[in-house]
């Protein structure tokens, strides 16, 4: 039997209610620095090139090319600042305090300026309604540093299972990375077949986007911040198989949202679990059996023991 590997201090208890109005500036803020990124780097399939990354920091966009040189840009959530880095050598801060997305906005497009990276984004907001361009979005203007904090204790803890659930996978899989769209972390597993035409439908995004997205068969699976009391763990199909909502899944607390067409886990149920890592990992690999044995995936050609070497090391 495996230990319990974690101990429930270590995942952090955040209500939703308690910081709404700052992860709605907070996403912005993301949508910001992520929109730089999708500025200079080249299209990665699946759009992986934009998203943001859990850092022992905060988020981070990792190396972004600029030129024959480079950038970083990392949101640190321990000393609440932005913090962005050159191959050139020089680097600028933007501070994380109360202040509106519109100062945020200026403040880091004139920090790149100054550090000699010409930066021009699409300065309005994707995947919300309404879409009030950054620069004139003094309504989102709240941070919490204390809940950010523990916004970002959830995300380690999310992203950490999720590489373990990943390791398990040797066909086409994502990186596990923060999409800022949605303002959600994200593993996608692929069954290496094509996908119907996506409809599209999210707001202020276009329809060839989503196309984009989803052009191949997936089980996605990943944490949003906003469902639920605390949020939630997801899972879902694209396109979804016959039998989907039916199929069986764990632990207790699991369910189908039909309104969402996808699984939910409350964040809560992980946290205040005897062993939250074999918690989430029971959903994460049955919500996958779910996508696989429905929609015919060639298992045994995806699928491998990340432990299959451990015994020469």
């Known amino acids: 039997m495996r230990e ?10 955040l209500k939703v209610e308690d910081w709404t109005s700052t992860r709605d500036t907070l996403h912005m803020w993301t949508q910001i620095v992520g929109k730089i990124r999708l500025a200079h780097a080249p299209l990665i399939n699946h759009w992986w090139q934009v998203p943001l990354y859990v850092s022992p920091r905060g988020l981070t966009t990792s190396t972004v090319p600029y030129g024959t040189d480079c950038f970083d ?17 020089g680097s600028g801060t933007v501070a994380l305090e109360p202040k509106s997305v519109a100062d945020f906005y200026t403040e880091t497009m004139d920090t790149l300026a100054e550090l000699g990276v ?15 361009p950054f620069a004139e979005d003094t309504q989102h203007c709240s941070y919490d540093g204390e809940s950010v904090y523990r916004f970002w204790r959830q995300l380690v803890q999310a992203d950490r299972v999720l590489h373990e659930f990943r390791s398990h996978f040797i066909g086409k899989v994502s990186p596990v990375h923060f999409f800022w769209g949605a303002l959600d972390l994200a593993c996608t597993r692929f069954s290496g077949k094509t996908a119907p035409t996506h409809p599209g439908g999210a707001p202020n995004c276009g329809d060839w986007v989503m196309v984009e997205g989803y052009s191949h068969e997936l089980s996605s699976c990943g944490f949003w911040p906003g469902g639920g009391a605390e949020g939630a763990f997801y899972a879902y199909a694209y396109p979804e198989p016959d039998g989907f909502a039916d199929y069986p899944v764990g632990p207790d607390g699991a369910l189908y949202s039909g309104e969402f067409r996808q699984f939910l886990l409350p964040y809560e149920a992980v946290r205040t679990a005897d062993d939250p890592d074999l918690a989430l990992l029971t959903f994460l690999h049955s919500t996958y059996d779910a996508a696989a044995e429905l929609g015919g995936w060639d298992r045994a050609a995806l699928e491998a023991d990340p432990a299959r070497w451990d015994k020469f090391r």
């Not at 319990?4 to 208890?13: F, G, P």
């Not at 840009?73 to 050598?89: M, W």
């Not at 010409?118 to 009030?132: F, G, K, L, S």
Request: aromatic share 8%.
């Open 118 to 132: 010409a930066t021009t984004i699409r300065a309005r907001p994707n995947e919300v309604n309404p879409a009030v």
């Open 4 to 13: 319990q590997t974690r101990s429930r201090d270590t995942w952090a208890a």
């Open 73 to 89: 840009i990392e949101f640190d959530f321990a000393d609440h600042r932005l913090v962005i880095r050159t191959s050139t050598g």
